[in-house]
């Protein structure tokens, strides 16, 4: 009786582990659009934006603005998930002591990422919005020098 009760709690603890586990991945599942190339081209230059995957709970992506030959803009980004919890670190090169800035998901659609930092001086929102499988806006926003701001960017896959 006591092995056949000690072999059935361990089967209880070994699935339901290997369901925590897929649990515990679905929010990185459900970021699986923004893996990609994306690119926006316009009169003040081009900024692109290259996503991947590391692995089941890591993606990582590197973010350039290209005006004429000079890089001016460079960050490093990654979209992160540990336990329940999705976050998005940033690293911008010149900014911050080169040391990333982390950003926690708030909200979340099967087509919108929100990710919030209120104690970030600048932006403190980053919101990626699939408009369709070959298009994303990016939306930042926050208060800047006392007042309301944001930036949006029409990104298109370019492969």
Same mark, same amino acid.
């Given at each position: 009786?006591?092995?056949?009760?000690?072999?059935?709690?361990?089967?209880?603890?070994?699935?339901?582990?290997?369901?925590?586990?897929?649990?515990?991945?679905?929010?990185?599942?459900?970021?699986?659009?923004?893996?990609?190339?994306?690119?926006?081209?316009?009169?003040?230059?081009?900024?692109?934006?290259?996503?991947?995957?590391?692995?089941?709970?890591?993606?990582?992506?590197?973010?350039?603005? =290209?005006?004429?030959?000079?890089?001016?803009?460079?960050? +490093?980004? #990654?979209? *992160?998930? $540990?336990?329940?919890?999705?976050? /998005? !670190?940033?690293?911008?090169?010149?900014?911050?002591?080169?040391?990333?800035?982390?950003?926690?998901?708030?909200?979340?659609?099967?087509?919108?990422?929100?990710?919030?930092?209120?104690?970030?001086?600048?932006?403190?929102?980053?919101?990626?919005?699939? =408009?369709?499988?070959?298009?994303?806006?990016?939306?930042? +926003?926050? #208060?800047? *020098?006392? $007042?309301?701001?944001?930036?949006? /960017? !029409?990104?298109?896959?370019?492969?």
């Amino acid at each position: 009786m006591f092995q056949k009760t000690t072999l059935i709690l361990l089967l209880l603890t070994i699935f339901s582990c290997k369901e925590s586990d897929a649990n515990e991945l679905e929010k990185m599942k459900a970021a699986n659009w923004i893996l990609g190339n994306w690119e926006n081209k316009s009169v003040d230059g081009n900024l692109s934006e290259t996503w991947k995957k590391v692995n089941d709970s890591t993606f990582e992506a590197q973010s350039y603005f =290209i005006k004429e030959k000079d890089t001016l803009h460079f960050e +490093s980004i #990654i979209l *992160q998930q $540990k336990g329940e919890e999705l976050t /998005y !670190s940033t690293m911008v090169k010149g900014q911050n002591e080169d040391k990333a800035v982390a950003f926690k998901l708030t909200t979340t659609t099967e087509k919108q990422l929100v990710f919030e930092n209120p104690k970030h001086d600048y932006p403190q929102k980053i919101i990626y919005s699939e =408009i369709n499988p070959g298009s994303i806006v990016v939306k930042i +926003s926050g #208060i800047q *020098q006392g $007042k309301p701001s944001s930036e949006q /960017y !029409s990104m298109k896959k370019i492969n």
